[in-house]
């Protein structure tokens, strides 16, 4: 700008006044060089990937060890707090002025294990292959977390001023022991990580064909419960086969469980979810998600059928869904085993009744050999569902406007995430995440799948996302 | 001369030893103490395969053996699954006999054992652990067999040879296969006894017995089914788990068409002579050319006398299912086997095809194993000498007819069929309830009676007494 308004006096000071206050605040928060970022950003996210914190066992502490490094670097304060040694969770603040209460930022280090065959890049490689990076946690949750490690490390290295004190806590055992993190966390060292919002994977931007077309941010979850079945015959030789069999049985229980689709039942988020998404969809998609809204029986049920062969995600949205991903019977092919048992991942509609539910499993089964039952499977407290009015909610809105021309709808995640923990406390808590392609669950590079994928494009463009969105909440005279 | 006046030059002429024959016979019950001390001694030896580890056995055997003063030998491929060969020599008038046992076991399920299955337990009557009706109680029987013909100086006119052989279950390359192979000059024999026949006992009394002549052949089939991989939170229409679910439950319900031959044929017409009027009915309905007079039949085998029912066709048991990793993971791949054991003539390359048909998923591939397979052979002659003994034992030792029959399990026997011995299947007393009430070999609660035990030393000792004693 030049001083050429600075003498205009009258109006025109004023305003060239507002102009350099504005500008002085536009120094201090310079915008942040983003193509010359992309360097530093992949080498942490890459670092992160190549760091086996595969659960069980876990062994979180290799990546703790490496962010702390880097925070210890930039200068942002951390303490790390272990119920276990091996499966530390970190936790780094920079201070506000304390004018607002904290805003938290989340990643968790652990990953699913993996299936080392099937991969075609190994899973700990972090390959970069046609402009996508291939590995376990590469959006399950390496992606948050080096998104989240960036962003504290802009701030500081930015210096930009706060008017709430950001924390950023990356946490164990997020898949399926978080006892040692989220847990741990809120039990024991909740004073450290409390916070009026936060922020964790959950939600993102959803691509079709290539280009982004809506982003959802996460306001509520279903809730997981594993069910077991197991089934008992009578063993013998496998020359004479019995009718008792108890794989077979077993066999016959999991085929009929795994076709059955439970009722379609929609809440106040699910039902807002569709009706936008319908208004922002193709015609031929909207007419699905307005079907499967309807209350004729036979027009939802084709809409249903549709999305559970095409958008398997949606499908899940729309019911208690049963996932039987585990079967395991026998152990010698002369031997008929007494003893066979399968394991169902059972992701639970917020308001679903446990026992009922499982009174309806056990009906479709409909086999007294084969006994169905809650496993002792980790499971998640319910919790608030997150305001859609809120600040956080609008600077989301706002950011996925500006960054991908977008509109945001709330959405309820299929998967549980930590922050039921934080919202079972009342924490105003909102899933977000990068920009994947709809496409890619059903076709196998989805998160757990055995070809985990991000396109290097998106990583980038998330770091942005995330450092706007957490400036926009926390940054002084805002 | 009338059998009377035989009796009386044998007295005569023949040595005092030899008084202890079969009529004078061995001191029974006095023997009872020793048979046990062997049958737990080779229960309790470890010998679960895989691994096997048949050497630490028959190293036992040899001991025994040695001790009595009988040339006993260990022969092998693999140090630790060595197999033991002993022999007592006959005057050389005729080809030798051999007897058998399998030293090696099937693996166990631990914690489903009420006793441990090592433990060889007495309870009630019965001794419970692995091996104990496969294959320890031939392998004790013919042992004690080689132990009296040589304490009791009992002359031969044939070669009595006792084989031991490890690997039955499944390895049979370093057991059987490595003897027919390798050191066949060693076991060479005219006839041959082994597991594989029985004495049925039903509510409690004996009814008739098996002698083992044909055998069904065992293929292993695979199931692999191919889906995509992901979050459990999304079910998938193509997880692999619910596709092979649903392969092995309509696998596991179908039933392969019944189809008799000569030896399966005369085995039910000849049951249904001894049998009780209802169940006669039975064997006789599957035997009818009106298909549901048939079904009938072998729906009722099929739920109340399983190892009839598999008799009757070429049978398919799915025992293995493997599947996914973690609970919230959708595995890309799941793994099941079936165990199917093809009458003699089955044609595999049109079962493989059958069973294709049957499971109807692209998404579900279907192929043979690798798995170990046994020669498909002639059966023996039923106007054998040996045959002769055993029928004449059957009456003498259980009072008992005995009726020729194809076992649905596959035995060492196969490969020395396939050599031109004659082989027949022999085996003790157990109750024809017993297996599905899940105390038969391979279950989980595998047992024999005692009284059984020791009836089946003595129907042994008469069998190869008659077929290679002197006379």
Request: net charge neutral.
């Amino acid at each position: 700008m030049t001083l050429k308004g600075l003498v205009a006096g009258g109006w025109g000071l004023a305003v060239a006044l507002a102009i350099f206050a504005a500008s002085r605040l536009l120094v201090a928060q310079t915008p942040p060089d983003w193509k010359a970022l992309e360097g530093e950003m992949m080498r942490h996210y890459q670092a992160v990937l190549r760091l086996d914190t595969t659960n069980p066992p876990g062994n979180e502490r290799i990546a703790v060890e490496y962010l702390k490094q880097v925070l210890d670097a930039a200068g942002v304060p951390n303490q790390i707090f272990a119920l276990d040694a091996n499966r530390p969770n970190l936790v780094a603040r920079l201070k506000g002025s304390g004018r607002k209460r904290p805003l938290l930022v989340m990643g968790h280090t652990d990953t699913v294990t993996v299936d080392a065959a099937k991969w075609k890049h190994s899973p700990f490689s972090a390959t970069r292959e046609d402009g996508y990076v291939y590995a376990r946690g590469a959006v399950d949750d390496k992606d948050n977390l080096a998104a989240a490690l960036m962003t504290m490390v802009l701030l500081k290295r930015n210096t930009v001023p706060l008017d709430r004190d950001v924390i950023f806590l990356a946490e164990s055992g997020e898949e399926g022991n978080s006892n040692f993190g989220i847990q741990h966390m809120v039990a024991q060292h909740y004073a450290d990580i409390e916070a009026e919002y936060c922020f964790a994977e959950g939600g993102g931007v959803t691509r079709i064909g290539g280009e982004p077309k809506f982003a959802t941010v996460q306001a509520t979850e279903k809730i997981p419960r594993g069910i077991e079945l197991v089934a008992k015959g009578i063993s013998g030789h496998g020359s004479v086969p019995l009718k008792s069999n108890a794989i077979v049985h077993l066999a016959s229980a999991v085929a009929r469980v795994g076709e059955w689709r439970p009722d379609v039942r929609l809440n106040e988020t699910t039902g807002t979810y569709f009706r936008r998404l319908a208004s922002i969809a193709p015609p031929e998609t909207a007419a699905r998600y307005r079907d499967v809204l309807s209350a004729d029986p036979k027009v939802r049920a084709a809409a249903d059928d549709w999305l559970f062969e095409h958008e398997p995600q949606h499908s899940s949205m729309l019911r208690t869904s049963v996932s039987p991903n585990i079967f395991s019977g026998g152990y010698r092919s002369n031997v008929i085993p007494s003893e066979a048992k399968a394991t169902l991942d059972v992701r639970m509609l917020p308001d679903e009744d446990p026992a009922k539910f499982l009174a309806e499993v056990n009906r479709i089964i409909n086999d007294p050999a084969v006994e169905a039952r809650f496993g002792a499977q980790n499971t998640r407290p319910p919790g608030t569902v997150a305001r859609v009015d809120s600040e956080p909610f609008k600077a989301i809105e706002a950011a996925n406007r500006r960054i991908y021309n977008v509109p945001t709808l709330p959405t309820m995640s299929t998967f549980a995430t930590d922050m039921a923990q934080l919202r079972a406390k009342g924490m105003q808590c909102y899933g977000i995440g990068p920009a994947v392609d709809l496409e890619d669950g059903p076709k196998g590079f989805g998160m757990h799948s055995d070809q985990e994928r991000l396109l290097e494009s998106e990583l980038y463009r998330f770091m942005r996302f995330n450092y706007e969105v957490v400036l926009a909440l926390a940054a002084a005279g805002r | 001369m009338t059998p009377a006046r035989i009796a009386l030059l044998l007295a005569v002429l023949l040595p005092p030893a030899l008084l202890a024959q079969p009529g004078t016979g061995p001191d029974w019950t006095k023997l009872e103490a020793e048979t046990m001390q062997h049958y737990q001694a080779v229960l309790r030896i470890d010998t679960r395969n895989p691994p096997g580890n048949e050497t630490v056995l028959v190293e036992y055997l040899k001991q025994v053996l040695d001790k009595e003063g009988i040339p006993a030998q260990l022969v092998g491929s693999d140090p630790k699954r060595s197999n033991l060969v002993a022999r007592l020599k006959g005057n050389g008038s005729k080809r030798p006999l051999l007897i058998m046992g399998h030293s090696d076991t099937v693996t166990t399920d631990d914690a489903k054992w009420k006793f441990p299955p090592l433990s060889a337990t007495r309870d009630g009557g019965y001794i419970y652990g692995r091996g104990t009706v496969d294959d320890k109680d031939n392998l004790t029987a013919a042992l004690m067999t080689m132990l009296l013909l040589k304490r009791l100086n009992v002359p031969l006119a044939r070669d009595v040879i006792f084989v031991s052989e490890a690997g039955e279950e499944g390895s049979s390359g370093i057991g059987i296969g490595y003897l027919v192979r390798d050191q066949f000059p060693l076991i060479d024999a005219e006839y041959c006894i082994a597991e594989g026949g029985g004495i049925v006992r039903i509510g409690g009394a004996v009814k008739y017995a098996t002698v083992q002549t044909l055998e069904k052949i065992p293929r292993g089939i695979e199931l692999v089914s191919r889906g995509i991989s992901g979050h459990g939170s999304v079910p998938l229409k193509s997880n692999a788990i619910v596709h092979l679910a649903a392969a092995v439950a309509r696998v596991g319900e179908w039933r392969p068409e019944v189809r008799f031959n000569e030896t399966t044929g005369s085995y039910f017409r000849k049951l249904a002579t001894v049998s009780p009027p209802e169940v006669a009915k039975i064997y006789r309905d599957v035997l009818s050319s009106d298909p549901k007079v048939q079904r009938a039949a072998d729906d009722w085998l099929l739920e109340n006398e399983p190892r009839h029912s598999s008799m009757l066709r070429t049978s398919v048991s799915p025992n293995i299912f493997n599947g996914g990793y973690r609970s919230n993971v959708i595995p890309s791949e799941a793994k099941a086997t079936l165990d199917v054991r093809a009458l003699p003539d089955e044609d595999p390359a049109k079962f493989l095809e059958q069973v294709k048909r049957v499971v109807n998923d692209p998404a579900v591939d279907v192929r043979f194993t690798g798995q170990n397979e046994r020669p498909a052979t002639a059966p023996p002659r039923l106007d054998s000498d040996v045959y002769k003994a055993l029928e004449a034992a059957g009456t003498h030792v259980y009072n008992t007819i005995t009726l020729p029959t194809m076992s649905t399990g596959a035995t060492d026997m196969a490969q020395l069929r396939a050599k031109g011995v004659q082989c027949y299947g022999i085996g003790s007393a157990t109750d024809f309830e017993d297996p599905p009430k899940g105390f038969g070999a391979h279950s989980d609660q595998e047992r024999i009676l005692e009284s059984e035990l020791h009836r089946f030393v003595r129907y042994n000792w008469e069998v190869v007494t008659a077929v290679a004693g002197a006379r």
